[in-house]
């Protein structure tokens, strides 16, 4: 069982930068891909960012590559995500996923446990 817990979000304005992170409990933390996902209002939810377990492989939705980063602290079983260059469009809801194995997984779907979420409002 994995317990996930988002934190960082916030009301922030057009460029600004954010960082999210996701603390996870569990002792099987290490051997979960951990993602980001979002959801806007009335929108589908839509991939952002993963990091395999061993953090040497990321992959990222084609709206934020160059300007998000995920990584993650074994040590501390956390998963960030630094923002920057916020859109006024990137207001969401974000959630962190855990997916077991090593794999970087984009869709949903193979996620086994998800977080609450956490509000991202941008303004313009």
């Known amino acids: 069982q994995v317990q996930l817990v988002e934190s960082g979000g916030g009301l922030v304005q057009a460029g600004d930068s954010l960082r999210l992170s996701c603390v996870a409990s569990g002792r099987a933390f290490r051997t979960y891909s951990m993602g980001w996902f979002r959801q806007a209002p009335g929108k589908e939810r839509e991939f952002v960012a993963v990091?395999?377990?061993?953090?040497?492989?990321?992959r990222y939705g084609d709206s934020v590559k160059g300007r998000f980063t995920i990584s993650r602290d074994g040590a501390k079983n956390t998963i960030t995500l630094q923002m920057n260059s916020l859109k006024p469009e990137e207001t969401a809801v974000y959630f962190c996923a855990a997916a077991y194995g090593d794999a970087v997984v984009t869709s949903g779907g193979p996620y086994d446990y998800w977080g609450q979420g956490t509000q991202v409002t941008v303004s313009s």
């Open positions: 990091i395999n377990w061993s953090g040497g492989r990321t």
